[in-house]
């Protein structure tokens, strides 16, 4: 069963389907007819014309569900939280401290639910954990977020000790778990800049057209990406005398992304995605609030309210990044333009090169 | 220590994997000028590996209803029709006596020179006029033709036309990249070179699809786990040959060592060649493509799109170590973002 068709739609569906959006009578040759050479003119511009099989795609769409997509941005969350939470820590912000470690928490346990519920055998999850595999980005992942969170669980956790009782076995806790916290924490946020970035070589590391192309880019994009939305859920839910850091991280995060990901829109054929259609629109709201959140951010210095306007718009600004990105990848996989054109064209330019 | 080409380029993958004197590698030459696309090939697959059904429906694209590889159809023919001459360089039907059955002149002759039959009703035998007059085309008399359809009318609109024929399947590249992203370790490279799923090891992560560059491996909906051919490994350990090679009535679909397999096909499209067919090449043959060769190679009549197929893959992991340079550079970056931050002023 291909996957667009559940099986109890009635036959002929596909057909009809198939019909509906055919664009050409002969359904194989999206091809202009093209003059036999023999003027000795040569095309300047590359036509975009291809030939495919009834218009179908070549490669499968990935089967991720936007459970992936919620991961992207959850375990970016996390992953920024946990930095801000050392950076705190290190530099006396307690409020700060405590809001970076629960985002930290907050976003591991989401991602590791999301991770586990992508999966088409939940069950299974634990697979995963018997081998290590550099090759697989995915396996590397798996490993980065086994040593992340727990160290996130444990500083989050230690937030708690002010609320025990003073003595008694519960009192010992209370005394042993701040500087626990303090060494869980920093740990988590020695591993989680490897959490935020792997993500880029997790799409990239596919066939999936658009996403390959771009790995160059997509590591910046979500360091970026992970930081504003960090940043944004603490300018939102810090003291606002502790975030003074939060205003020149969002600048830098901002930096990151934008300056990172330019590329996405210059890689040829395949950056179509990320200009064009549902996925075009989310990268570019995804930029839009991303600048919107920074100027936000760095004029509310006394306003509480534009603090948390500035927040909402640099976590929102992750969210239809990561989405957008994500959807892009399913898009360049799904038409066969996005394979088959960009191979041609190697193909002519190696040929052009080496002689026969 | 790894090998160099470990990641890509020419390479032998069983000893790479780690066995030691492995059999030779094994693979599948199909050769699509020879494919009749009767489709035994995807029958026998499902029978001998008890493989789902894949829904009965009609999807428009020529004989083909399979419409590509899915979890559920290892083997996938193609059905290709396209108007052209199928390579000799001469119209279609050209020397065929395609015109009407009798010419009136010649209807009128055999009426004289017919015997009495002795029977009265109907045409009287000896009536040329009117059996020349007959057998200028059907009249048309509120009864179905007189001749068979497409004879004597519709001759303009008559094209040059070929059918292609092919029958796909998995590519066991030498560099797979549904392997390589495994992070289960469920795929795993056998003795003779293939590609195999464990089904009880997978758990349906689903990163083997987006890797594959062929787009044959596939998740099964009602199941969450990813599926595709196996070249018949059960098969192959009893020295059998896989399912669908047995099954081909017209040895399209060859098994054997792949060395001989090259040969063989190097040889088969001389032979094309020489008698005219030049359109005749090979399909993931050659140790340096991108995926570093495939176990499953073809001769095909076309470019490999117009059967669906990509016209130059390269395994993604190829680029892994830039792309983890990459990533570590942008992890460091936010490491330094986040420390100046905090190293800024108080306020």
Redo the contacts between chains.
């Keep these: 069963?291909?996957?667009e068709?559940p099986?109890n739609?009635p036959?002929?569906?596909?057909?009809r389907e198939?019909?509906a959006g055919l664009d050409q009578p002969?359904?194989?040759r999206h091809r202009k007819p093209r003059r036999k050479g023999g003027d000795g003119e040569q095309l300047t511009v590359p036509p975009a014309e291809?030939?495919?099989?009834?218009g179908?795609?070549?490669?499968?769409p990935?089967?991720?569900k936007y459970d992936i997509a919620g991961y992207l941005f959850t375990g970016g969350l996390a992953a920024g939280g946990a930095?801000?939470g050392?950076?705190?820590q290190?530099?006396g912000r307690p409020g700060l401290r405590t809001v970076g470690r629960w985002t930290a928490l907050g976003g591991v346990a989401a991602s590791t639910y999301l991770l586990v519920h992508?999966?088409?055998?939940?069950s299974?999850?634990h697979?995963?954990l018997?081998?290590a595999?550099?090759?697989?980005?995915?396996?590397v992942g798996?490993w980065i977020l086994a040593a992340f969170g727990p160290l996130a669980g444990v500083a989050a956790v230690a937030e708690l000790a002010p609320l025990l009782p003073q003595h008694g076995v519960l009192g010992l806790a209370r005394r042993i778990a701040p500087p626990i916290g303090t060494v869980a924490g920093l740990a988590a946020a020695a591993t989680a800049?490897?959490l935020?970035?792997?993500t880029?070589?997790l799409l990239?590391?596919?066939?999936?057209p658009s996403?390959?192309d771009a790995?160059?880019s997509?590591?910046?994009v979500?360091?970026g990406s992970?930081?504003a939305a960090a940043s944004g859920v603490g300018l939102i839910a810090a003291p606002a005398?502790e975030t003074?850091?939060?205003r020149?991280?969002v600048l830098?995060?901002a930096a990151?992304e934008l300056g990172?990901g330019h590329r996405l829109e210059r890689q040829g054929l395949t950056s179509e995605p990320y200009t064009q259609g549902r996925s075009g629109r989310l990268v570019k709201a995804g930029r839009a609030l991303l600048a919107v959140g920074t100027a936000t951010a760095l004029v509310s210095r006394r306003s509480r309210v534009l603090s948390v306007l500035s927040g909402a718009a640099l976590v929102a600004s992750s969210v239809a990044t990561r989405f957008g990105v994500f959807e892009a990848?399913r898009v360049s996989?799904r038409d066969?333009k996005y394979?088959?054109v960009p191979?041609?064209e190697?193909?002519a330019e190696s040929r052009s090169t080496t002689p026969v | 220590m790894p090998h160099t080409n470990a990641l890509y380029g020419p390479l032998d993958p069983a000893p790479d994997a780690g066995y030691e004197n492995p059999p030779p590698r094994m693979g599948f030459f199909t050769d699509t000028s020879v494919c009749i696309g009767c489709k035994a090939c995807e029958v026998a697959c499902k029978e001998w590996n008890g493989v789902p059904e894949s829904g009965l429906d009609l999807l428009g694209m020529s004989y083909d209803n399979t419409g590509a590889l899915t979890a559920n159809s290892w083997r996938h023919v193609a059905f290709v029709e396209q108007p052209r001459s199928a390579g000799w360089a001469t119209p279609a039907f050209a020397g065929d006596p395609d015109g009407p059955a009798i010419s009136p002149v010649t209807a009128a002759v055999g009426a004289r020179t017919s015997t009495d039959t002795g029977t009265d009703p109907g045409l009287d035998t000896g009536s040329p006029a009117a059996a020349a007059r007959m057998s200028g085309g059907p009249e048309f008399l509120g009864m179905p033709g007189a001749q068979p359809p497409g004879r004597g009318t519709g001759e303009e609109g008559r094209t040059d036309f070929r059918w292609l024929m092919m029958s796909d399947v998995c590519k066991h590249c030498t560099h797979a990249a549904c392997l390589d992203v495994c992070p289960t370790g469920s795929l795993f490279r056998t003795e003779f070179g293939t590609v195999v799923v464990q089904e009880d090891i997978c758990n349906g992560c689903g990163y083997c699809i987006s890797a594959c560059p062929y787009g044959v491996i596939d998740q099964r909906k009602d199941d969450g786990r990813a599926w595709k051919c196996t070249l018949c490994y059960d098969r192959l350990g009893a020295g059998m040959t896989p399912a669908c090679a047995q099954a081909c009535p017209t040895e399209s679909i060859q098994y054997g060592p792949l060395d001989e397999l090259r040969e063989r096909a190097a040889a088969r499209v001389e032979t094309l060649h020489e008698r005219g067919v030049p359109e005749a090449r090979l399909y993931g043959h050659d140790p340096n493509d991108g995926v570093g060769g495939d176990g499953a190679f073809f001769l095909l009549l076309d470019e490999p799109e117009v059967y669906g197929l990509p016209p130059d893959p390269i395994v993604t992991t190829r680029d892994l170590p830039k792309m983890w340079k990459r990533a570590g550079l942008a992890a460091v970056t936010m490491a330094l973002a986040t420390a100046v931050a905090f190293l800024g002023r108080r306020r």
Excluded: C, N
């Design positions: 069963m291909t996957d068709t099986s739609e036959v002929g569906a596909r057909f198939f019909q002969d359904g194989q291809f030939a495919s099989y009834y179908r795609p070549v490669l499968k990935p089967v991720w930095l801000i050392a950076g705190a290190l530099t992508d999966l088409g055998r939940p299974r999850f697979h995963m018997r081998v595999k550099v090759t697989s980005p995915m396996s798996t800049p490897a935020a970035t792997y880029g070589v990239a590391d596919t066939a999936v996403w390959h790995y160059p997509l590591p910046f979500f360091a992970a930081l005398a003074a850091p939060l020149r991280l830098a995060a990151i990172g990848g996989a066969p394979t088959v191979q041609r190697r193909l």
